[in-house]
């Protein structure tokens, strides 16, 4: 079945640095993936729409700046935090759909542990 | 997107049938319903998924009545494994993405 894999599961990074986490779609072209961001006992919340080949749209609040996403590939998307403080600290997590037929849901990678110490 | 209001959290023993209700009173026609299953440290998996009527798969049922206005995720005889967080999300299958609501958080007891 479709799989969509995250790398790497966790990170530890110190303040003012950057980290990049790969989201990849193993067995099926992504043209448009999302990410997400998910703090401690909260919901996921969608930061930004990557696309291939252009630019991300952002979610409002969502500093494009800080959050470099880039959609080099049909099977990669890349979210770089840049500048890394204690409060980018948190779960991300990535997802694509198998295509965009009637009733194709969302898949999700494992998520990237973020932690800025 | 249509919003989704489930219960905060649910308690169950194993062996028992739950039922999980989501209310989305402003779905609109393009929009499918669809339920997934969070564990801690983990990304969301997909349970299943609807547009009207009833949906079974290997793993649960969703019940849809004709207004579609709300849906009941069933899940038959739980384990504690089936202790996670479930999520209810209505939206179109084109190029959006799903917007999440608080989901249920369920826990089994043995």
């Known amino acids: 079945g479709a799989v969509v894999s995250q790398h790497p599961s966790r990170v530890i990074c110190k303040s003012g640095t950057s980290v990049k986490i790969e989201c990849r779609s193993l067995?099926?072209?992504?043209?448009?993936m999302f990410w997400y961001r998910q703090f401690p006992k909260q919901s996921l919340m969608l930061m930004a729409t990557s696309n291939e080949g252009s630019k991300a749209t952002y979610e409002q609040g969502v500093e494009k700046d800080k959050f470099l996403i880039n959609h080099a590939s049909l099977t990669l998307s890349t979210l770089t935090v840049t500048s890394a403080h204690p409060e980018d600290s948190s779960f991300y997590i990535c997802?694509?759909?198998?295509?965009?037929?009637?009733?194709?849901?969302?898949?999700f990678g494992n998520g990237t542990r973020l932690t800025v110490t | 997107l249509a919003k989704t209001t489930q219960p905060i959290s649910m308690d169950s023993y194993e062996g028992q049938e739950v039922n999980i209700t989501c209310s989305h009173n402003n779905i609109a026609t393009n929009d499918y319903i669809t339920w997934y299953q969070q564990f801690p440290s983990q990304g969301p998996r997909f349970i299943i998924q609807g547009y009207k009527t009833k949906v079974t798969n290997e793993v649960a049922s969703l019940f849809i009545p004709a207004d579609r206005k709300s849906s009941t995720l069933s899940l038959p005889r739980v384990s504690l494994s089936d202790t996670a967080v479930y999520y209810c999300l209505v939206g179109d299958t084109g190029r959006r993405a799903l917007t999440f609501g608080s989901g249920t958080r369920l826990q089994v007891q043995p």
């Open positions: 067995d099926f072209q992504a043209t448009t």
């Open positions: 997802s694509a759909r198998v295509g965009w037929a009637e009733g194709s849901p969302l898949h």
